[in-house]
T-cell receptor, first 111, second 113 residues
Framework: DAGITQSPRYKITETGRQVTLMCHQT?????MFWYRQDLGHGLRLIYY???????DKGEVPDGYVVSRSKTENFPLTLESATRSQTSVYFC??????????FGPGTRLTVT | AQSVTQPDIHITVSEGASLELRCNYS??????LFWYVQSPGQGLQLLLK??????LVQGIKGFEAEFKRSQSSFNLRKPSVHWSDAAEYFC???????????FGPGTRLSVLP
């Protein structure tokens, strides 16, 4: 199916563990984004990518790593999860006219 | 620096009443402006966008927004709210550093029957 998908949809992990959140889009959009959504903060940009092998930090990149070896995939890794990284994570890609298409989100709980 | 303010954290309206959600922005040039809606447990969906031209733009689900450069505002309106409009609404401004946009903190809309 065309679109943008995220996996897993829900994840519970322990402090200190490494976690990878997956994002896949089928449109071949150049730009992709990772946001976290927390109550009172709206959406905050973690990392973005302008194309394969081109990534850059957003507003809140500490504790996160991204890669983009293929245009369609943009995984986000929490190297050593902390409780402050408990959040809902959204992946998005940009189509024509800067419109962002969002995935359904991953709800991550770090215990 | 670019920023977005949505002064109302939570708004409650009765079904059938009119709605206006406020958005104020700071941006160094003529902005591109968006409104997105997020239903519970879902990702964000585009409602409407403004790039240039007519300052009143129409979107999906009967929503419209008006760009007022002098007030740095892009308020979202709907003449008659339906119960299904209950959701969180986000305003966004940009672009910067390529195709990045800044999102406001969101306004949660509740609809009374």
């Amino acid at each position: 199916d065309a679109g943008i998908t995220q996996s897993p949809r829900y994840k519970i992990t322990e402090t200190g563990r490494q976690v990878t959140l997956m994002c896949h889009q089928t449109w071949s959009h150049s730009y992709m984004f990772w946001y976290r959504q927390d109550l009172g903060h709206g959406l905050r940009l973690i990392y973005y990518s302008a194309a394969a092998d081109i990534t850059d930090k957003g507003e809140v990149p500490d504790g996160y790593v991204v890669s983009r070896s293929k245009t369609e995939n943009f995984p986000l890794t929490l190297e050593s999860a902390t409780r402050s990284q408990t959040s809902v994570y959204f992946c998005a890609s940009t189509g024509q006219n800067y419109e962002q298409y969002f995935g359904p989100g991953t709800r991550l709980t770090v215990t | 620096a670019q920023s977005v303010t949505q002064p109302d954290i939570h708004i409650t309206v009765s079904e059938g009443a009119s709605l206006e959600l406020r958005c104020n922005y700071s941006y160094g040039a003529t902005p591109y402006l968006f409104w997105y809606v997020q239903s519970p447990g879902q990702g964000l969906q585009l409602l409407l966008k403004y790039f240039s031209g007519d300052t009143l733009v129409q979107g999906i689900k009967g929503f419209e927004a008006e760009f007022k450069r002098s007030q740095s505002s892009f308020n979202l309106r709907k003449p008659s709210v339906h119960w299904s409009d209950a959701a969180e609404y986000f305003c966004a401004v940009g672009p910067y550093y390529g195709q990045n946009f800044v999102f406001g903190p969101g306004t949660r809309l509740s609809v009374l029957p």
